[in-house]
């Protein structure tokens, strides 16, 4: 069956360009979660979604970042006037959401490149 | 600073050889611990999960990890490594003090299995 789906794979831009990073969950996913791994490093939670409650933002590193969701369905996830330290793959997540342990699957990520 | 702590960046192994990586998390109270792997090429996936019961879990392909509580401690082990674990594996830990589904991971350690 389908997995999670994240759009674009690579996404190379100019410093100071917005961007947008796309997620498609697993259908019937009411829970979905964006990460960042920058290089060498572990994933960091950024931001996360379930149902139709407030969005859990804290992870968001600055007020550049932001995500949207529409119910259950697609999330986008946008950087605007991008920095060179936003270089790094961002990963999407999604998980059925209860009970709240529910294992969370990957999408391939979206590797980010700032020049 | 609460955190996950992955000792081992870097392991390298030859075929046969026994395999433990190390995790250690600060949470106190109730934690939810996983082991997810990232094989070259292919997005995270769930290695192994410990809710609760039997301490020693069984994951897939021939892993296991043991959590032990006294130690803040949840090591993957496998007896005999092969190739195709040439790997990067995450410790993660979901601490239940905030009730949100929030993944904590460690840095990874990365596997290299020589023939």
């Known amino acids: 069956g389908a997995g999670v789906s994240q759009s674009p794979s690579n996404k190379v831009t100019e410093k100071g360009k917005d961007v947008e990073l796309r997620c498609d969950p697993i259908?019937?996913?009411?829970?979905l979660y964006w990460y960042r791994q920058r290089l060498g490093q572990g994933l960091e939670f950024l931001i996360y979604f379930q149902g139709n409650s407030a969005p859990d933002k804290s992870g968001l590193p600055s007020d550049r970042f932001s995500a949207e969701r529409t119910g259950e369905s697609v999330s986008t996830l946008t950087i605007q006037r991008t920095q060179q330290e936003d270089s790094a793959v961002y990963l999407c997540a999604s998980s059925l959401g209860y009970p709240l342990n529910q294992p969370q699957h990957f999408g391939d990520g979206t590797r980010l490149s700032i020049l | 600073a609460q955190s996950v702590s992955q000792h081992n960046h870097h392991v390298i192994l030859s075929e046969a050889a026994s395999l433990e990586l190390g995790c250690n998390y600060s949470y106190g109270g109730t934690v939810n611990l996983f082991w997810y792997v990232q094989y070259p090429g292919q997005h995270l996936q769930l290695l192994l999960k410990?809710?609760?019961?039997?301490?020693l879990v069984k994951g897939i392909k021939g892993f296991e990890a043991e959590f032990i509580k006294s130690k803040f401690s949840f090591n993957l082990r496998k007896p005999s490594v092969q190739w195709s674990d040439t790997a990067e594996y995450f410790c993660?830990?979901?601490?239940?003090?905030?009730?949100?589904?929030?993944?904590?991971f460690g840095a990874g350690t990365r596997l290299a299995v020589h023939p």
């Open positions: 259908s019937g996913h009411t829970a």
């Open positions: 993660a830990v979901i601490p239940f003090s905030g009730g949100y589904n929030k993944l904590i």
């Open positions: 410990y809710f609760s019961g039997d301490p």
